[in-house]
């Protein structure tokens, strides 16, 4: 008679585990990773990353060297370090990288100060054709259509790029403003602006920007049975809720709020 025990570890012996040691970089803007009182990495995508790499087998060590999207990339590339957090999976990046299924969904929003006077349903070719400023990411993938009016947007010098969704925020708020609209990352926005500012700022369009965001990782660094274990982890931990849990937890109210409505 075969004994459960014996069972269960055949199962377990089966799985793809993750033996890699990987180095993850993070920029530290809360609420997506930031140093706690204790001087301990936690935030949103510093606690997901963490829990799903652990849960997959891998050891995990931290990059924290601020750096610009396009410097991110290269670094990557270079082997600096071995992940990226909050990636979007594009033809270009899979030469050289892996990705893995979605761990949370990023959310980018259209934004002005509430005294400029613009109108809620304005959009990003609205703004554009009307000769608006745009406070906007400096590289990054955020679809085939804003590469396409960024580029337009530069063309008329009407563009302010940021390195990092916080710089971009300081612009927006500068005296005088740098641009009279800012696309970026809406958690870090919002946490940018506080409680106490939350009613000065409106968001533009019917619909903020939601997209899929994963984990890329640099092929050199992972194998396929690798991935395949990450890949396993993100879907037991997305199905029993803790990653869903975490996004909650870290989530500021105002854009819990318009994500329900």
């Given amino acids: 008679m075969i004994s459960l025990s014996i069972i269960s570890w055949s199962v377990f012996a089966n799985e793809p585990r993750c033996d890699a040691s990987l180095k993850v970089h993070l920029d530290l803007h809360a609420p997506s990773a930031y140093l706690n009182s204790q001087q301990q990495v936690v935030g949103m995508d510093a606690d997901m990353a963490r829990l799903i790499l652990t849960e997959a087998g891998c050891e995990v060590e931290w990059h924290l060297w601020p750096m610009t999207g396009a410097r991110i990339i290269r670094s990557l590339k270079d082997g600096e370090f071995d992940v990226m957090i909050r990636a ?142 990450i890949d396993q982890a993100i879907q037991v931990l997305r199905r029993d809720g803790r990653l869903q849990e975490m996004e909650k937890h870290y989530r500021p109210r105002p854009l819990l709020q318009i994500l329900q409505e």
């Fill in 88 to 229: 979007s999976d594009t033809e270009k990046r899979r030469e050289y990288a892996y990705f893995s299924r979605p761990y949370r969904q990023e959310v980018v929003g259209l934004f002005s100060q509430k005294r400029a006077g613009l109108p809620s349903a304005l959009t990003l070719d609205k703004a554009l054709a009307e000769g608006l400023r745009l406070i906007g990411p400096a590289s990054g993938w955020y679809g085939e259509h804003f590469q396409q009016l960024r580029s337009k947007w530069r063309a008329l010098n009407l563009y302010t790029s940021y390195p990092d969704a916080a710089k971009g925020a300081e612009l927006l708020f500068a005296n005088p403003s740098r641009g009279d609209l800012i696309l970026v990352d809406a958690d870090i926005f919002f946490h940018f602006v506080g409680p106490a500012r939350y009613e000065s700022v409106i968001v533009h369009g019917s619909d903020l920007f939601v997209t899929p965001a994963h984990l890329m990782l640099r092929k050199e660094a992972v194998d396929e049975e690798d991935l395949q274990a």
